[in-house]
């Protein structure tokens, strides 16, 4: 072999070598073999003008020396035929993308067919693999299809690190985040309350969401002044005037034209929000405790007036509001739109007291009962009345029930057959309410007691036809509360033999399932118990075994409602069997279902009492009743302790023995 061509097959090895170029810091650019050796001894034969073809075909620059252009003369480091830019709908990424010469030579079109293009693309499509083996792209599963690697390579690097950074997580950092609080005050979480926007002409949702924030917002500023957390107090006075601005802004562009008193008080309560923030910014600057003292309460007497002021405004905004709603049905004959103004006057009754006080005093009580008044609104019955239920639990709204003669109108709809069983029901928890005892105005309602007898009637028929525990459970709350209103309702319930269709009924689960149901039975049979006739019907009906599972009532979820509701079954168990037990008949045959030994135990163990005082003293009345009766019933250490002292003595033993002394 002669001498040039050894020289020959060593560059076509150093060529091999160097075909898969490395990418530069300032883009992707792929170099042809520098062919130095022996160039001058191979220039015009053809093993030189291979050699210059493959060094064209790659990308490489002009020779040494000639001033031709192209990429390497310029020193851009692409291949002259690449785009400098990205791709777009006029430059497809094409895998048969045309690479020019250097102009001033005859261009010619490259195929994939010829050998300097191909090496070219492989070397392209290695460079891809490298920099997805690189520590920043390691998801080797988004390498493109052949179709879309030229667009891949034509992308800025950085644009290309910024996509793939999208995709990296360090697991360590997400540890550090999640183990340490982003605030370094522990009640900076609570602070942050946002009030979002509600919904697009909505005065009414605008005005409860603002006033929850803002009355949010002056409970915990006072916390925090009483705690002498300063700069706490300043933060959040600035927010509270952001907030009552947005409240006034955003209500003034939704509302109606405001009165002169609204705008009055308005700039009250923005006069008292500046000056707020201002004292409480100066007393960032005091480090005189005397001064802090004297300067806390101007600002306990700002913050007091700032927050009637805020009451003031919100209570005239809302009646503003409920007016309107209240002119809306009585004006209104489209049931559609009657039946959507109820809703919106019921979600209203469900923020509290306050919106019910003024809802009765804007004429909402009346409004309604002229629904309940109309044969052709019979659909809008129960809506209407649920809405009064919730109106009825403040004192404003009975005085409005009784005034438009409300108690005549439930007994109709009670009495009246060819209303739905819904509709009775939701007029027997309007009852249920107005009858209330732990509502003191309710006691005064004279005009019940003349379709008190009625009204009786038609709630025992409802018990005894209810077809779910829900109707059963609002018709016997209203006979419960009856019992309580007048002792003439006892006597009624005796001869409409009401004993007898309650006792029926806890025998059915479908009606009474839950301990708020017993315990609204028990109300009323504790309560019946004072008539001696009564305890002839218990034994009949064998209520006193009912009422020995009474005292084993236990909850099923243990919820504090469902643990209350037990107890009170428990205790009105134990006073109903100690009222009871003056007939010795009762008394014996409550010795025979060993009801002594359930009250021992519910004395002697807290735990079956859920340690409360009130079944413990019911159980010890009991028992010393049925001690007096039966004394062969109990043995000596109970009569010693439970029966023999006196009740306080018996009481205090018995409520200690829960405590334990270490």
């Not at 007091?304 to 809302?318: D, I």
């Not at 609104?377 to 239920?389: F, G, S």
């Not at 017993?518 to 305890?535: F, G, K, P, Y």
């Not at 002697?604 to 007096?628: F, T």
Request: charged share 25%; glycine share 6%; hydrophobic share 40%.
């Amino acid at each position: 072999m002669s001498h040039s061509h050894r020289v020959v097959a060593r560059m076509q090895e150093r060529v091999k070598k160097k075909r898969a170029p490395q990418p530069r810091a300032q883009g992707l650019r792929c170099q042809g073999p520098k062919i130095a050796l022996g160039r001058r001894r191979l220039r015009g034969t053809g093993a030189w003008q291979r050699a210059r073809r493959c060094r064209r075909s790659c990308g490489g620059g002009p020779e040494r020396g000639r001033g031709q252009s192209g990429a390497g003369a310029r020193g851009l480091g692409r291949p002259s035929g690449w785009a400098t830019g990205r791709v777009t709908r006029s430059q497809p990424a094409d895998p048969q993308l045309r690479l020019h010469r250097r102009p001033g030579r005859r261009s010619q079109a490259l195929t994939r067919s010829q050998s300097g293009p191909n090496r070219c693309r492989q070397a392209l499509l290695r460079i891809g693999i490298n920099m997805m083996a690189l520590p920043g792209g390691r998801h080797l599963d988004s390498i493109p299809l052949p179709g879309q690697r030229l667009h891949l390579m034509q992308v800025d690097s950085v644009q290309r690190w910024m996509e793939d950074l999208k995709l990296m997580t360090e697991c360590e950092c997400m540890c550090v985040l999640q183990a340490k609080p982003i605030s370094l005050e522990e009640d900076a979480q609570g602070d942050l309350i946002l009030a979002g926007g509600p919904g697009p002409g909505d005065p009414l949702q605008l005005l409860l969401k603002r006033g929850w924030v803002i009355s949010t917002e002056l409970r915990r500023i006072g916390q925090k002044l009483a705690q002498d957390r300063w700069a706490r107090v300043h933060s959040m006075s600035v927010r509270l005037t952001c907030h009552a601005r947005s409240m006034v802004s955003e209500y003034s562009a939704v509302s109606r034209n405001s009165s002169q008193e609204m705008s009055q008080i308005e700039k009250l309560l923005m006069e008292k929000c500046s000056e707020l923030s201002a004292v409480t910014e100066r007393c960032l600057q005091v480090e005189n405790e005397h001064v802090l003292k004297s300067m806390k309460a101007c600002v306990s007497e700002t913050l007091s007036t700032l927050g009637e002021h805020f009451g003031q405004l919100l209570e005239l905004a809302l009646t503003r509001e409920v007016q309107a709603l209240v002119r809306k049905i009585d004006a209104s004959d489209n049931i559609y739109t009657t039946e959507s103004t109820t809703g919106n006057l019921f979600s209203l009754t469900q923020e509290g007291a306050p919106l019910c006080r003024i809802i009765a005093k804007e004429g909402g009580v009346v409004a309604l009962f002229k629904i309940c008044r109309q044969d052709t609104l019979r659909c809008l019955y129960p809506q209407a009345l649920r809405t009064l239920a919730s109106i009825c639990c403040v004192e404003e709204g009975v005085h409005q029930l009784e005034k438009v003669d409300g108690v005549l109108c439930l007994a109709d709809i009670l009495t009246d057959d060819s209303h739905s069983e819904a509709t009775r029901a939701e007029a027997a928890a309007v009852v249920a309410q107005v009858t209330s005892p732990h509502l003191p105005f309710t006691q005064h309602l004279s005009s019940f007691l003349e379709s008190m007898e009625e009204i009786v009637t038609a709630l025992v028929k409802l018990c005894q036809e209810a077809s779910s525990g829900e109707v059963f459970l609002l018709a016997s709350a209203a006979l419960a509360n009856i019992t309580f209103f007048d002792t003439m309702a006892c006597e009624m319930l005796l001869q409409l033999n009401a004993i007898r269709v309650l006792l029926e009924a806890c025998s059915d689960k479908q009606r009474v399932d839950t301990p708020y149901t017993r315990d609204q039975i028990v109300t009323i049979l504790a309560n019946m118990s004072v008539l001696e006739q009564c305890a002839s019907d218990i034994i009949q009906e064998n209520g006193v075994q009912l009422i020995m599972g009474m005292l084993s009532e236990k909850p099923r979820s243990g919820t504090p409602a469902e643990v209350a509701a037990c107890e009170r079954v428990q205790q009105k168990a134990a006073v109903t069997l100690a009222r009871l037990s003056r007939d010795p008949d009762v008394a014996r045959e409550a010795v025979r279902l060993s009801c002594m030994s359930r009250l021992i135990e519910l004395c002697r163990s807290p735990s079956e009492r859920n340690s409360s005082d009130a079944v413990l003293v019911a159980c010890l009345a009991a028992l010393r009743r049925l001690a007096g009766v039966c004394p062969e019933g109990l043995q000596d250490s109970d009569f010693q302790q439970l029966v023999q002292p006196r009740l306080v003595d018996s009481f205090l033993l018995c409520s200690n023995m829960e405590e334990s002394f270490v």
